[in-house]
């Protein structure tokens, strides 16, 4: 079992920044970490997934522009670095750990363990 521990959320004028972290342990192997986000309301979103090994990425078009998700290998973490931030990113953001490459990746059942999420609130 993989356990995910999120920080980094907060209050931020639009505009401004937030880097968000996801901080793994336990299980070691993981074939790769996506983050997600839900708003009130709303269904939970694929944003971002990172491969562990190749570091290949892949991201939702509403936010590619924007959003940039890397790792550190060697901290078990992996970010999300969100730039230009807009009132409607304001959600609960949350990482998901996958073990296998299972599809549609951007599907929340494909991931297998989750983190208690964090809260990112926009203000206009």
């Known amino acids: 079992q993989v356990q995910l521990i999120e920080s980094g959320g907060g209050l931020v004028q639009a505009g401004g920044s937030l880097r968000l972290s996801c901080a793994a342990s336990g299980r070691t192997f993981r074939y790769a970490m996506g983050w997600f986000r839900q708003a009130p309301g709303k269904e939970r979103e694929f944003l971002a997934r990172?491969?562990?090994?190749?570091?290949?990425?892949d991201y939702a078009d509403s936010v590619k522009a924007r959003f940039t998700i890397s790792r550190d290998n060697a901290k078990n973490t992996v970010y999300l670095q969100m730039n230009n931030l807009k009132p409607e990113d304001t959600a609960v953001y949350y990482c998901?750990?996958?073990?296998?490459?299972?599809?549609?990746?951007?599907?929340?059942?494909?991931?297998?363990?989750w983190g208690q999420g964090t809260q990112v609130t926009v203000s206009s």
């Open positions: 998901a750990a996958q073990s296998a490459p299972v599809s549609p990746y951007t599907s929340r059942s494909a991931y297998d363990a």
């Open positions: 990172i491969r562990w090994s190749a570091g290949t990425t």
